[in-house]
Each structure stands twice: as C-alpha cells, then as structure tokens.
C-alpha cells in the first residue's frame, strides 16, 4: 500500500496543503468542507486515512463540543458531545484528554493493544484501523482542540507522515479557527434567544427599533403557585424544580418549531410564526407542544397553566440604547397575558382565546364563557384547550 513517497519532498507537500488551509479553506470553508478537503489532500499525498476527527470544544451550556467526522468513503459529517461527557470514562485518560491537558501529540499503535494499560476508546479505533495519531490544535485564545488520525495500513503511519501531520496543525488552527467561532457565535445566541432571533441577528438585525411585524401563535405558561413554592423550598431545591419544568417546556415547544424568546420569573414566552405556513399550522403546533409538556411525567409535581393566542405581534430587538431585548410586544401579547391570569382564576391547565378557537377543531377546545380581562373593555371570550387533557 503506497506510502508518502520517499523521492516526495514533504515541505513541499505541507506548503501545498498549508497555503490552502490558510487560503482558501479559511476564506470560504465550512467546517466540514475544511476537515474533509484536509483528509482528501493528505490521501491524495500517499497517506492512506481512515478516519480523521477534529474536535472542538464550546461555550455552550447544552453541549460540551462539536466536532466534524471525516471518513474514507463516506466524506465529512458534522457531530457534537453532550454536556456531561467530559466527566465520563470516554474522556477521563482517553488520548483526547491527554491532548488537551498536555498540548503534546499522542501517537499509538492499535495492532498490538494490551488490557488494562490502553484506553478502551484505542480498543474501539482498532476495529478496522492500525495506527492513531492525535495532535494538538491550539486557537488564538489558547484553547487546545484535538486533531485525531487513524490509517488501516499494515505497520501504520511512518516517522514522515507523522511529521506532515503534525506540521499542518498551526494551519489547520488558522482555517478552522474562523469557521469554529462563526458556528460557536450562533450556537450560543441560538440557546439564549431561539433559533429564529439568533439567525435574524447573525444576519445583521441588532439594532434598537430594528423590528418587523409578523403574524404568529404565541404561548405564554406558568407554575402556579410558585411563591408558595419559593417559600417551602432551599434555593437549590427551588432551582433545580424550576430547571425541570423549564427544560420539559422548552423542549416541547422546540419539537414543534417554536422559539422559546424569554424566561420571566417563573413564566415561559414562546412563539411560532405563521409566516410561512399560516395560522393554523401555527396555532396547531403550539397547541401540539402543550399536550407535549403536560404529559411529561417531570412535570406531574409541578403544575403549570398555558395559554395561547395567535395574531400581530412587533418581533425584534426593543431596549436602550446599550441594553437591547429581543422579543415580541403588542396588542397580541397583552391578551395573552391576561388569558393566562384567567387560566389560573378558572382552575384551567390551559386556555386559548377565540380566535385561535376559531382555527383549532372544535373537539380541541371548549367554550368557558365570556369573563372580564384586565384592560379589556367587556367581557372577554375564553375557551379551554382540552387537548392538553391527559
């Protein structure tokens, strides 16, 4: 099986590979695009890959890193790590952590593994591979991320291929940097703002008054009883409870396309725009994600109430001129907050007021009467969502 040719001058073949990273690659390159036109080119060079795997960590409360995957045969994938997983016996001693903590390679052969000297994760790379080499990556804030190599030639890399590896590393930096802080900006502003805010304000939509109007389902819940709540638990009690309820909503509205846009006290603001498919499809999905969180076992000894209403809201950035908000305002929020005050007052789980009762099927909803809302002239319709009912 071919190797880095002996008559091959290898600064040449690095300075062929490196003037690509820090060009091109860096200029134009995804993530996947870099790491899987690194692994082409280094084959293409006589180096015969498997597997390559760049990892990445992140500031991210939801993951500890990402990463893209390279494969002969299967090209470039991206993937991520839960967070959690660097407490695990993945981690703990695998060469990755070795990486990481000493900024020094760590190359092995994985034909002749012993039990209970190697890392297990060696004894997983070894199914269909000989050789492992992981090498440091190190950015301009001086983390250290893990470049990892794996060949299935009998005999592994040779000391010259190690080297062209291990001299590409600063160039790799170069190009994956830019790449790696792009995704990591838009990752984190996704967990705190919603996929929807996060994009718009990627794209440019960061200035004050810097708004749309958009027609939208909008869905507010709440715990009931959370002073009471407050009162009875220790504070690490009380947000550990508050986490759980949090997360179950959260995601529910997230399976159905939602944005969750704000976190007030114990309350949770969600929208789904009708931009694209209209009312119905929003009011529908909103409705699908209550009947979601209500039948979440977490939630049994946390009782909350929702509501939801659906019309013109103002969507963007609102705040001074040094601390803006991205959220929505309006006319259609006002209701919605009242209608979950009248949720709580009618002992109801969850409640929807005549216009998205008028979209929903009437098996989904039940007429509770015309009651006053605060700040609204005359009594006021409100139906209940008996979809939520378990």
Same mark, same amino acid.
């Given at each position: 099986m071919r190797q880095l040719a002996e008559t091959e001058d290898p600064a040449a073949v690095q300075a062929e590979i490196a003037f690509w990273l820090i060009g091109?690659?860096?200029?134009?390159?995804?993530?996947?695009?870099?790491?899987?036109?690194?692994?082409?080119?280094?084959?293409?060079?006589?180096?015969?890959?498997?597997?390559?795997?760049i990892g990445q960590s992140v500031a991210n409360p939801l993951i500890s890193a990402w990463g893209v995957i390279w494969t002969s045969g299967g090209g470039a994938e991206r993937y991520t790590v839960p967070r959690g997983m660097l407490a695990t016996d993945s981690y703990r001693g695998s060469p990755f952590e070795h990486v990481v903590v000493t900024r020094t390679s760590f190359h092995h052969s994985l034909e002749q593994l012993v039990e209970g000297r190697d890392h297990p994760v060696l004894f997983e790379l070894a199914a269909g591979s000989t050789d492992y080499l992981a090498l440091p990556i190190e950015y301009g804030d001086e983390s250290v991320q893990v470049g990892a190599f794996t060949t299935d030639r009998p005999g592994g890399f040779s000391e010259r291929e190690v080297a062209l590896i291990?001299?590409?590393?600063?160039?790799?930096?170069?190009?994956?940097?830019?790449?790696? &802080?792009?995704?990591? &900006?838009?990752?984190?502003?996704?967990?705190?703002?919603?996929?929807?805010?996060?994009?718009?304000?990627?794209?440019?939509?960061?200035?004050?008054?810097?708004?749309?109007?958009?027609?939208a389902a909008v869905l507010v819940t709440d715990l009931r009883d959370?002073?009471?709540?407050?009162?009875?638990?220790?504070?690490?009690?009380?947000?550990?409870?508050?986490?759980?309820?949090?997360?179950?909503?959260?995601?529910?509205?997230?399976?159905?396309?939602?944005?969750?846009?704000?976190?007030?006290?114990?309350g949770v603001l969600s929208v789904f725009s009708a931009e694209e498919h209209g009312r119905?499809?929003?009011? &529908?999905?909103?409705?699908?994600?209550?009947?979601?969180?209500?039948?979440?076992?977490?939630?049994?000894?946390?009782?909350?109430?929702?509501? &939801?209403?659906?019309?013109?809201?103002?969507?963007?950035?609102?705040?001074?001129?040094? +601390?803006?908000?991205?959220?929505?305002?309006?006319?259609?929020?006002?209701?919605?907050? +009242?209608?979950?005050?009248?949720?709580?007052?009618?002992?109801?789980?969850?409640?929807?007021?005549?216009?998205v009762a008028s979209i929903l099927p009437a098996s989904m909803v039940r007429d509770l009467g015309r009651h006053t809302l605060k700040g609204f002239a005359g009594p006021q319709a409100v139906f209940e969502l008996k979809a939520v009912e378990r």
């Open positions: 091109p690659a860096r200029q134009h390159g995804t993530p996947e695009g870099i790491v899987g036109g690194l692994a082409e080119r280094l084959v293409d060079a006589g180096i015969p890959l498997r597997r390559v795997r291990e001299a590409l590393a600063p160039a790799i930096a170069a190009a994956l940097e830019p790449a790696a &802080m792009r995704h990591s &900006m838009a990752s984190l502003l996704e967990v705190y703002l919603g996929a929807g805010p996060a994009d718009r304000i990627g794209k440019g939509a960061f200035r004050r008054g810097q708004t749309t109007e958009i027609e959370f002073t009471g709540l407050s009162e009875r638990l220790p504070p690490g009690d009380l947000l550990e409870s508050l986490g759980s309820y949090f997360e179950v909503v959260v995601d529910a509205v997230r399976s159905e396309g939602g944005d969750v846009l704000k976190f007030v006290g114990d119905e499809e929003a009011c &529908m999905r909103a409705a699908r994600s209550i009947t979601q969180a209500f039948g979440q076992p977490a939630v049994s000894n946390r009782p909350f109430v929702a509501a &939801m209403h659906v019309g013109p809201v103002v969507y963007g950035n609102i705040g001074s001129l040094d +601390r803006l908000d991205f959220t929505v305002v309006g006319p259609t929020v006002n209701y919605l907050s +009242r209608l979950e005050s009248a949720a709580k007052l009618l002992d109801k789980k969850a409640v929807c007021s005549k216009e």
